[in-house]
């Protein structure tokens, strides 16, 4: 099964949204599930350079964890655009996506969750 998760909120945006999204990507992982990230919105951050985890927990951690794990992680290329990113500040751990990519994660992903 193939489980897609939308991310949009801002990191450490003084909620545990995207920690708990997170969290659910991991155990989807142990569980044996493939797993797609599309991170749109504020959530692009997540795959900027130099981002400062909270003192409890590393968002950005967490995300090239489960990449590292083999969940596969895309950016919204209008997304870091309009939040003023290039690609000279962003990890290489997660590609840069668009739409018709989206698109078709979700026509093909048998559970869609978003944050």
């Known amino acids: 099964m193939t489980l897609l998760v939308i991310l949009n909120r801002k990191p450490y945006d003084g909620t545990d949204v995207t920690w708990n999204a997170l969290r659910l ?21 997540l795959a900027k350079d130099g981002l400062a985890p909270h003192a409890d927990y590393d968002l950005q951690r967490m995300l090239f964890e489960a990449v590292a794990a083999g969940a596969e992680a895309k950016l ?17 751990e997660v590609r840069i996506g668009t739409m018709p990519e989206l698109s078709a994660w979700v026509q093909t992903s048998d559970k869609i969750v978003s944050f």
């Not at 989807?28 to 692009?44: C, H, P």
């Not at 919204?76 to 290489?92: A, Y």
């Open 25 to 45: 990507v991991r155990q989807a992982l142990e569980d044996g599930l493939a797993v797609r990230v599309f991170l749109m919105n504020d959530s692009v951050e």
């Open 76 to 92: 919204c290329k209008t997304c870091i655009g309009r939040c003023g990113l290039t690609d000279g500040v962003l990890r290489r």
